[in-house]
């Protein structure tokens, strides 16, 4: 009954690789993102999705993409990954606008080798 | 522009003793004000919201529209309650649908 659910948890990958990340709801919310966590615990949103389509994407490289194919689904695609994606993402949900704050997902560590 | 800051990087005190993790904004309209908890290698939870007014784990913080402050305070410290803490902004009715994130503190309670 994980109320925000990432998969996967770990993920180890080569440079250049491409890989996906995938995050699912089950609260009924219109509004999921994807938050970058760097090593220093900094958060910085990447996207962000109301009812399947994308309004917030801030500068990110063109190599992330995400996916949205309904609203309880929001999946984050990389392409060529480099050393520097090395992170742990976070998926989050809300309600629209996030008065009452985000429901975030545990998280992948991504590590780029 | 929005901001949140969060001044002290890292904050240690002993167990026993009073906490106060420092928080100040930038926001013209009135946002919504959170405090967001990491322990290690898990997810953020959310703490507290201002519009709540509650005390989740003798954790408290109130907001001050004239200092565009939310500081959490705690009056005696537990070990479990090492951890990362976030203060966080949304711009609130009218404002995009994105939660701006502070820094953080780390804050670890000494034995």
């Known amino acids: 009954d994980t109320a925000v659910s990432q998969t996967p948890k770990y993920l180890v990958t080569q440079m250049g690789n491409d890989k996906s990340i995938k995050c699912e709801q089950n609260l009924g919310h219109d509004t999921m993102y994807w938050y970058k966590q760097d090593s220093k615990k900094f958060l910085k949103i990447m996207f962000s999705?109301?009812?399947?389509?994308?309004?917030i994407n801030e500068t990110v490289p063109n190599r992330f993409s995400p996916k949205s194919p309904d609203k309880a689904h929001l999946n984050l695609h990389i392409n060529s990954l480099e050393l520097g994606d090395s992170a742990v993402y976070f998926c989050?949900?809300?309600?629209?606008?996030?008065?009452?704050?985000?429901?975030f997902g545990s998280g992948t560590r991504l590590t780029v080798v | 522009a929005q901001r949140v800051t969060q001044p002290e990087k890292l904050l240690s005190v002993f167990k026993g003793a009073p906490v106060e993790l420092k928080c100040n904004y930038s926001y013209s309209g009135s946002p919504e004000l959170f405090w967001y908890v990491q322990y290690s290698r898990q997810r953020l939870q959310l703490l507290l919201r201002?519009?709540s007014r509650e005390s989740i784990k003798g954790f408290t913080a109130d907001l001050n529209k004239g200092e565009t402050s939310f500081h959490l305070k705690k009056p005696f410290a537990q070990e479990e309650d090492s951890a990362m803490y976030y203060c966080?902004?949304?711009?609130?009715?009218?404002?995009?649908?994105?939660?701006?994130f502070g820094k953080g503190t780390r804050l670890h309670i000494l034995p």
């Open positions: 989050a949900s809300s309600q629209s606008p996030p008065n009452y704050g985000y429901t």
């Open positions: 966080a902004l949304s711009p609130g009715v009218g404002g995009d649908d994105k939660i701006i």
């Open positions: 201002h519009i």
């Open positions: 999705y109301n009812n399947k389509e994308l309004i």
